[in-house]
Every structure is written in C-alpha cells, then in structure tokens.
C-alpha cells in the first residue's frame, strides 16, 4: 500500500491534486474549512485544537516559539503531572527573564 501511495505520489510531480485531502490541508483555507467541519460536524476538538497550535507555533519565532512549545508540550503531550512541572519552570523562567529586562532597563 505504501509502495502504491509513493509511486502515485512521484507521479503526479510530487504536489497533491487539487481539492484532495493532502492538497486542501496544505492551503491556509482548506485548513480553516476542515477545521471548522470539524468542529462544527464532527464535535471534535481536541485533535483539530492541536494541530491549529502546531501551526501557529511554526510560524512563531524566538522566545513565543518556546513559550508557545511549552504549552503544546504541558496541553497535549504531557500527563498532568509533568505539565504542572513544566508549567513551573516555565514560569520561573519567565520571572526570571523579566527580572534581568527590568534590572537592564532600572540600570
């Protein structure tokens, strides 16, 4: 089946035809659409709500590209209980950084 799917694949240049599932979930409206249907529809959440993080958080940079891990990481990766350590460190971390920004800036 996978050798079928890749040869279908190579064939057609490498890019999905149009309006098929890969091709629609490539285009920032097709994604919004089967969002949407998804939660709309189908009731579900919970995979949908991830994958939307997972592209936001390609599209993020620098220390929100971090803060924006960890709360991938804490929300839907993690059992409760390591979500609350990483949440503490996070926050700590955060502190932290905040602290030497104000010392910069009182200095």
Known sequence: QLASWKQ???????????????WTLSHPLGFFLFSAYLKEVCHDYVLINFM?????????????????????????????????????ASAQTHATSEESTTTCHLG
Do not use: D
């Open 52 to 88: 939307e993080e997972v592209a936001r958080w390609k599209s993020t940079q620098g220390r929100f590209r971090a803060e924006k891990t960890s709360f991938i990481a804490s929300n839907y990766l993690l059992s409760p209980k390591m979500a609350v350590k990483v949440n503490t």
């Open 8 to 22: 279908s694949k190579n064939k057609a240049g490498g890019s999905p035809a149009p309006f098929e599932f890969e």
